[in-house]
């Protein structure tokens, strides 16, 4: 359950009606100055939906914010019982499309000497660089395309507004590949050890 579902969606649609009417206005002052065009036009779309974004970021931390769950999980995976540590700690997760901002009660285990948000495991809220798993994906993908991690940032930067830093991208990427590897090393042991369960249509059943 989602708590003040409606109080989230009614303000950010206010919002969204602000960002649309000063959009329009802005198109206003352009006419009236005989300057607008498609490209000037194109440039003041380019505001709207940066600001149309940051709403939507912020209407999923405020879903995620306020997840109620019948039944909180205290349990550690060391299975120690874990405490509440903390009331209301903000983690900005970096996503495909800009921050997220989520806050949270901390609960934290005294054995392991680590402590985790209330729900974040149910959430996938987890991983130390705080980054979602499609941004992940984007910034491994630039940097397998392009000669450098310095190049994918800028690309990042230049197409999605996004910035990260090229080490940021250099250790998310190879924390990926050192996971390929490891998922291609066991296949490829299954694979010698049992053909027909890597590969069953390359086995000739005779
Ligand atoms: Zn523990």
Redesign the pocket.
Known sequence: MIKNIDTIVSKNIGEMEWVLKEFAKEAVKLDDKGELTITTLEKLAGKTIKSLIQIVLLMMGGFLSNVVRSEVNRI???G?KMGISKRDVTTRILSMFGYVPVTRDMLF?R??R?GQGVFDKELEIYGEHRITKGMTEIMTYMSQLVPSFERATEAIKKLLNIEVSPTQAQIISEEVGKRVFEKRKTKAELAYERPEDAAPQEVVKI
Do not use: D, T
């Open positions: 550690c995976s060391c120690k285990c054995r392991c680590k």
